[in-house]
Nanobody, 122 residues
């Protein structure tokens, strides 16, 4: 089992920045990919960004150029730096672990955090 704990959500004005963090514990040696997903009201959960153990990174088109994912394997953490935030970025953001992300094939992991709310509004 793997436990994920997120932090860093909140309310921010359009154009602002937030940094989300996720700490993993438990059977972390089984983890390859770690990532961030989000779910807005009335919409399906979607991938935002993910990173494999080998450093390969995958971004959603909506995140490219604005968001940066990073990982510290020594601390078992993954972070999402979000800049130039827009109202449409408003969602609950979930940390995910155990998946794999590649050019032709991606799969989400089976471990999820509890979610953290990000609200972008003036």
């Amino acid at each position: 089992q793997v436990q994920l704990v997120e932090s860093g959500g909140g309310l921010v004005q359009p154009g602002g920045s937030l940094r989300l963090s996720c700490a993993a514990s438990g059977n972390i040696f089984s983890i390859n990919g770690m990532g961030w997903y989000r779910q807005a009201p009335g919409k399906e959960r979607e991938l935002v960004a993910a990173i494999n153990n080998d450093g390969y990174i995958k971004y959603a088109d909506s995140a490219k150029g604005r968001f940066t994912i990073s990982r510290d394997n020594s601390k078992n953490t993954v972070a999402l730096q979000m800049n130039s935030l827009k109202p449409e970025d408003t969602a609950v953001y979930y940390c995910n672990a155990g998946g794999y992300y590649g050019v032709l094939y991606s799969s989400q992991g089976r471990y999820w955090g509890q979610g953290t709310q990000v609200t972008v509004s003036s």
